[in-house]
């Protein structure tokens, strides 16, 4: 906690690994959500790109989880709100899951029926880049509480990308490895202590640190995981978080807007946050 907050804008976190407890910007409590709009399926994903590259407010809208190839483009929050303004993108590959992220003007997500991730050029929807993840589980073999193909999970934060997933050889507890994006490879690898990755409802990555949720399908849940990488450190920071739709299916933090944003049972919704 303290005075100190994580600034985005500045990068006061990013840097090398050894700086990172300089960074000061803990997760101390998470607001209610504000809901942006009710637009689709149960389950999905939205974004926005923390750096902005292709432009300010930029939407970015995936739904559901199993195998499909549509990216849905807003100019902003309001229009995908109203519905208004949408371009449709389409992906090569198909894609499994929630947990994909835009990133310096990629998308970054897991390609249906495996353990590889395909870096798009979110310009001209070409595939350039793709990263196998050696022993993730695929298709619910280590997905999180509510299944839907969640096994691997990206993040992005002030240190860049990220991906969480499971392995048998860590009994399918969570696992978070760092991706240089520029080469596209795997820098580091840390196997955690959490639960059961099947018995989590979401992981999120802040400033560096992992926060992994209790559940997904109650009105509130707790974020009982926080797991520091620099220091192997693992505690229960025993945050509350409300899930007012019932059904959180994805939660990734933009450290621009220094938010978390969810797909809760169809709600597209933000949550402040206090460090």
């Not at 750096?51 to 939407?59: C, I, K, Q, R, W």
Request: net charge negative; glycine share 10%; charged share 20%.
């Amino acid at each position: 906690g303290g005075a100190e907050v994580c600034d985005g804008l500045d990068n006061d976190c990013n840097g090398e690994r050894d700086e990172l407890e300089e960074c000061g910007c803990d997760l101390v409590s998470i607001a209610t959500p504000d809901v942006h709009s009710y637009h689709g399926p149960t389950w999905g994903a939205w974004m926005q790109d923390p750096l902005e590259t292709l432009g300010p407010d930029l939407v970015w809208k995936m739904e559901a989880f199993d195998n499909r190839t549509l990216v849905v483009r807003y100019p902003s929050i309001s229009d995908m709100a109203t519905g208004s303004s949408e371009t449709y993108q389409y992906l090569s590959y198909g894609y499994d899951g929630t947990g994909h992220v835009v990133y310096d003007g990629y998308l970054y997500y897991n390609q249906a029926y495996g353990s590889t991730i395909q870096k798009v050029d979110l310009e001209t929807m070409t595939a350039v880049d793709s990263l196998y993840i050696p022993d993730a589980g695929y298709r619910n073999t280590y997905s999180y509480d509510w299944g839907g193909y969640s096994d691997i999970d990206l993040a992005v934060d002030e240190e860049g990308l990220w991906v969480i997933y499971a392995t048998a050889a860590n009994s399918g507890r969570l696992v978070l490895s760092k991706i240089d994006v520029d080469t596209f490879s795997i820098t580091d690898t840390w196997n955690t202590g959490s639960d059961n990755k099947n018995s989590i409802g979401n992981a999120f990555m802040i400033c560096g640190k992992l926060y992994a949720t209790d559940t997904y399908g109650s009105s509130s849940t707790t974020v009982d995981f926080k797991f520091d990488p620099l220091t192997g450190e693992e505690s229960n920071p025993g945050i509350s978080i409300s899930n007012p739709g019932g059904y959180n299916s994805s939660i990734d933090y933009n450290f621009l807007e220094q938010k978390l944003y969810s797909w809760d049972d169809g709600q597209q919704q933000t949550y402040d946050l206090t460090f």
